[in-house]
Structure formats: C-alpha cells, structure tokens
C-alpha cells in the first residue's frame, strides 16, 4: 500500500510542477499532505516492528552465550 501511495504523491508532485489551475492545485495538494501523513504513519509502524525484532533478536543472542 506506501508503494502506491508514494508512486501517487509522486504523480501528484509532477502535476503541480507542470502547472494546473488553483483551484485543481489546490485538490491536489490536499490530497498530497493527506498520504504523506498515511506514509508517516506506515513508516513508524515498519520502525516499530524493526525495533521490535531487533530487541528479540538481540535477546535471543544473550540467551546463547
């Protein structure tokens, strides 16, 4: 899902660069701040289940030695 949503801020980002009328500029910049606060999101969720992992993984070494 961040895949598509990056792909589509992309997008948006080219449309704004080429220009388009305020009012569709200012739709899409809506639009825009509304997924990167999604990406945001998605990404510290991802950073949390790194983190998480890492701390298993690294207890799992302690145990070892």
């Given at each position: ?8 801020l ?7 660069e ?22 945001l ?25």
């Amino acid at each position: 899902m961040i895949e598509q949503n990056i792909k589509r801020l992309e997008d948006i980002a080219k449309k704004l660069e080429d220009g388009t009328n305020l009012d569709e500029s200012l739709k899409l910049y809506e639009e825009g701040c509304k997924l990167a606060k999604i990406c945001l999101k998605d990404l510290e969720k991802a950073k949390g289940k790194i983190i998480m992992i890492k701390k298993e993984f690294d207890k799992k070494g302690e145990d070892n030695e």
